[in-house]
């Protein structure tokens, strides 16, 4: 099951393409939008 | 390839209200395989790199592309898994109207887990060490024991078939790979050639 509206969100730190570290709850206090893909 | 419509709703959206942009790209070869169609649509957003499937692994996600709205509070207010294309009206009218929301009453938890492991950490790293068939050999049997997950089995022709996705992505290739597969199974319908192992 992908994620549910009213259950745990898993956090995630990542590096974007200039290396710099991104922190899912980090960005907490903003809405925000998440779009995943993959060059395949 | 969905980033240049991106860029352009992300310049208006933006423009209009306050919230952050960032994508996920899903790939196990790194940023080399990624910057290049960052840099082609002139992307001004953020690009995380997800070599190792930490997301799709705790998100619990197979395919892409997909897309997310989450409120001030960090409450998940949309989700699309598969098929998602910021093109298509009725995902860009869903995503409108979830960024329009106010943010969720107070009394909904902030939702802390700790992740677990990433999905494909391992063979990424014996990828990095060289051991290109190892690695593969663990993706045939995760893509054997679970054939909907697109993320492994894509990771599989990346690597074996560069040149359906170099320097364009070859979709009827992919359709008939899909079928092979379903006929031969994965490891029978990759094989790894010499010069890999």
């Known amino acids: 099951m992908p994620l549910t509206f009213d259950g745990p969100i898993p956090d995630f730190t990542l590096p974007d393409l200039d290396g710099k570290e991104w922190t899912l709850f980090g960005?907490?206090?903003r809405k925000l939008l998440i779009y995943a893909w993959a060059s395949w | 390839m969905q980033l240049p419509v991106w860029q352009q709703f992300i310049s208006q959206e933006q423009a209009k209200s306050d919230f952050v942009f960032l994508t996920l790209a899903m790939d196990t070869q790194g940023?080399?395989?990624?910057?290049?169609?960052?840099?082609?649509?002139?992307?001004?957003?953020?690009?995380?790199?997800?070599?190792?499937?930490l997301v799709a692994r705790n998100w619990e996600f197979k395919v892409v592309p997909n897309a997310w709205v989450f409120d001030e509070t960090g409450a998940l207010r949309y989700q699309k898994?598969?098929?998602?294309?910021?093109?298509?009206?009725?995902?860009?009218?869903?995503?409108?109207?979830?960024?329009?929301?106010?943010?969720?009453?107070?009394?909904?938890?902030?939702?802390?887990?700790?992740p677990s492991a990433p999905l494909l950490e391992d063979e990424v790293r014996l990828l990095h060490q060289g051991h290109v068939a190892e690695a593969l050999e663990r993706?045939?049997?995760?893509?054997?024991?679970?054939?909907?997950?697109?993320?492994v089995r894509k990771q599989i022709w990346y690597l074996l078939h560069p040149e359906r996705f170099k320097p364009e992505i070859d979709s009827e290739w992919q359709k008939e790979q899909r079928a092979r597969e379903a006929a031969l199974g994965v490891r029978t319908a990759n094989p790894i050639p010499d010069s890999l192992r």
């Not at chain 2, 910057?35 to 790199?49: D, I, K, N, Q, S």
Request: proline share 7%; aromatic share 6%; hydrophobic share 50%.
């Open chain 1, 27 to 29: 960005l907490r206090g």
């Open chain 2, 31 to 53: 940023s080399d395989a990624v910057r290049p169609w960052v840099e082609r649509a002139g992307a001004t957003f953020p690009t995380l790199v997800d070599k190792e499937g």
């Open chain 2, 81 to 114: 898994i598969g098929g998602f294309h910021i093109a298509n009206e009725q995902d860009r009218a869903a995503v409108q109207a979830a960024l329009a929301l106010p943010a969720a009453a107070d009394g909904i938890p902030p939702n802390v887990t700790t």
């Open chain 2, 139 to 151: 993706w045939f049997a995760a893509a054997e024991a679970d054939m909907d997950n697109m993320i």
